[in-house]
């Protein structure tokens, strides 16, 4: 009679240990993480003392200049565009904006970088196992923040917030932020690609300030697609 309390208990114990070792799992899968918060600031907002050393025409052709992450994307990255946008911008215009300046990393590399997944109603910044591009509100002085998260060199996830704190534009328009040129930017940091901050590098996509009405951005440097190609041609 004793043995077989004995046995039901222990068999109550082992289901309630089961039971429970679960969300502790979870748990510690979730926290094994890196959050790494990469922001876009604006030009005239940096606070940043210039040496007045900024090329006075376009040198990106010219200039090899890079700096990598210390983490990267082992496989193609399925992203996903929320276009919900206040500035009656079209969702068709704006998903194919977006995944233009995603094209112009993947034309420069033989490795398929990114995959456009389609749109979502998710926004930028959660962890939830889907890669987001998204308008979102943020501090005034930074432009887009991007957010990547890693495991032992590895990325995982990555969302990219456009700041709602400024106008924006599909073409360029002075006054207003230019989507392509700042998605571009944005999505070099997902490619691997860090900032970079000396005014040499001024007109290099990675360069870590813009502006109003900036577009050329858009277009990939020599120091952009050399860094690139160390991240993804081995």
Not at 84 to 98: A, E, F, G, M, Q
Request: with cysteine; charged share 20%.
């Amino acid at each position: 009679m004793k043995a077989t309390v004995i046995r039901k208990i222990v068999f109550l114990l082992i289901i309630v240990i089961s039971v429970t070792s679960v969300p502790l799992l979870s748990s510690a899968k979730q926290d094994d993480a890196s959050l790494t918060i990469i922001e876009l600031v604006l030009d005239e907002e940096s606070g940043s003392i210039k040496v007045n050393a900024i090329p006075p025409t376009d040198n990106s052709g010219s200039n090899p200049d890079y700096k990598l992450l210390s983490y990267r994307w082992d496989t193609t990255a399925k992203y996903y565009v929320n276009p919900s946008n206040k500035y009656s911008l079209s969702t068709s215009k704006v998903v194919d904006t977006i995944k233009m300046s995603g094209d112009a990393w993947d034309d420069k590399t033989s490795f398929s970088v990114f995959s456009y997944g389609g749109t979502t109603t998710k926004s930028a910044g959660k962890r939830d196992d889907y890669n987001v591009v998204s308008w979102g509100s943020y501090k005034k002085g930074v432009i887009a923040v991007t957010y990547l998260w890693s495991i032992s060199g590895h990325m995982i996830e990555t969302d990219t917030t456009l700041n709602t704190f400024y106008k924006w534009s599909l073409s360029g328009e002075s006054g207003k932020m230019d989507v392509q040129n700042i998605m571009t930017h944005e999505f070099g940091h997902w490619c691997g690609l860090n900032d970079l901050y000396a005014d040499p590098d001024y007109w290099l996509t990675m360069y870590g300030y813009s502006n109003y009405g900036v577009t050329y951005q858009r277009n990939l440097g020599l120091g952009d697609i050399m860094g690139l190609q160390a991240v993804y041609v081995k």
